[in-house]
């Protein structure tokens, strides 16, 4: 009784090791599929106010190079595009008081990859961001 004990929970050890080892890495880098979607979503649904090269208008639309939204937490990105944004602003020493209408319509994958994009293109050079942490910032409503 007491070897078959020590059997099972050797093959449960095995069968966990083994599942964590097939689960992806956390910090993975994006995928050149994944930035395609985001290039595709970005210039069907962002282009049109913060143009190809992420520059924006001046005195209009505000640029997503490195600024501290593009850059900064997370969750204050991903509200951006689910909420839109209506506050005065300063980038670069320009102010902006214009209207981002909230893009809420786009799936957690569709804006996990559109953010993705944006924070690794324009100049940017930063971490992915997942469907998960989308989703985790859409139920927080
Ligand atoms: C109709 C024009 C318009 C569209 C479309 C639009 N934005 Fe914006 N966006 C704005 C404006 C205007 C602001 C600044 C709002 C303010 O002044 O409070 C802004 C602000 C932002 C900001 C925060 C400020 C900054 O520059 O870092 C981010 C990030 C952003 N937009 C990303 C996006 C993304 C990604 C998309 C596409 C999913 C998108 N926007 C679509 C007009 C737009």
Redesign the pocket.
């Known amino acids: 009784m007491k070897s078959l004990f020590l059997f099972t929970f050797l093959i449960s050890f095995t069968a966990f090791s083994q599942t964590k080892k097939a689960a992806p890495k956390a910090s993975a880098a994006p995928g050149a599929a994944q930035l395609a979607r985001g290039k595709q979503?970005?210039e069907n649904?962002?282009m049109?106010?913060?143009q190809e090269t992420g520059d924006?208008v001046p005195g209009?639309?505000?640029?997503?190079i490195k600024?501290p939204?593009?850059l900064g937490e997370k969750p204050k990105?991903i509200n951006?595009?689910l909420k839109g944004?209506?506050?005065?602003?300063e980038?670069n020493g320009e102010r902006?008081?214009?209207?981002?209408?909230a893009?809420d319509f786009?799936s957690d994958q569709e804006i996990s990859d559109?953010?993705t994009f944006?924070r690794t293109n324009f100049g940017n050079n930063a971490s992915a961001i997942s469907a998960a942490e989308v989703k985790a910032v859409r139920d927080r409503k």
């Open positions: 979503i970005y649904n962002c049109v106010c913060h924006g209009l639309n505000p640029p997503l600024t939204w593009v990105l951006v595009i944004l209506q506050e005065p602003i980038i902006y008081n214009n209207i981002m209408p893009n786009l559109v953010l944006v």
